[in-house]
């Protein structure tokens, strides 16, 4: 049988196979919008762990300002979703600063959860905390990757969590100790995502209105380039970035 070529639809590249390989089963039918690899505001914990001065002046794997940048739209995500939230620092009081005030502010209520273990998942109240969220996925990001974010990540693990970690929200000692991080996690079965790539997948659908202006302000706000056309298509032409042409 000789082979057809297949085009995608959305990145137009071409792909040659059987022409069974195409029907049937295989093709796809359905635009259902639920997927057990794709996160919804309802299904998962977010931790942010030890954003703090001291450990973030030793990081060296991304650019400071990209960081807590990054670190501002995650949290306004996180409070737009109403996910349910857990905040850690190390040794605040004596060695590592309060949380940072990109976070804090954002949630001018929260206390994050102040210890002295190294690794987050071995204090008992985080445990709690997780345990009463009842949530089976987890999110994580944390300073520094190699060492806070990689030890409670492949905790969670090895106690059946499904883990995502958000590697633009992280950052290592240098270059190197992120990405070695970055691939021990991924071996062990974690997903890396970035924080917009958070934000898209929680929207989803730009005709959800409840979080739709909201999910556009923190675009603009901290999505760089893509937020800034955003703010000029509006000004300039009048679009309403998501919604439908008449």
Known sequence: ??????????????????????????????????????LTPTDHTLMLIDHQPQMTFSVQS???????????????????????????????????????????????DRRPIDRT????????????????????KIVMAGLWTEVCLLEPVLSAIAEGYEVYFITDASGGVNKESHDMAVIRMTQAGARPITWLQYLLELQRDFAIKETYNGTLDIIKQHGGAYGLGIIYANEMFGIQYGRKGR
Not at 72 to 78: E, M, Y
Not at 120 to 135: F, H, L, M, S, T
């Open 1 to 38: 049988m000789n082979p057809v070529v297949y085009r995608c639809p959305i990145c137009r590249n071409q792909f040659y196979g059987n022409p069974t390989e195409f029907s049937g089963r295989s093709r796809i039918t359905t635009t259902e919008p639920r997927s057990q690899y794709l």
């Open 117 to 136: 273990a190294i690794n987050a998942w071995e204090d008992p109240r985080v445990v709690r905390q997780i345990n009463e969220y009842g949530k089976r």
């Open 62 to 108: 991304h650019d400071i300002a990209h960081l807590r940048n990054n670190l501002a739209g995650l949290s306004k995500t996180a409070k737009l979703f109403s996910i349910p939230l857990i905040m850690t620092t190390i040794t605040a009081a004596t060695f590592s600063g309060k949380i940072l005030s990109e976070i804090q502010s954002v949630f001018p």
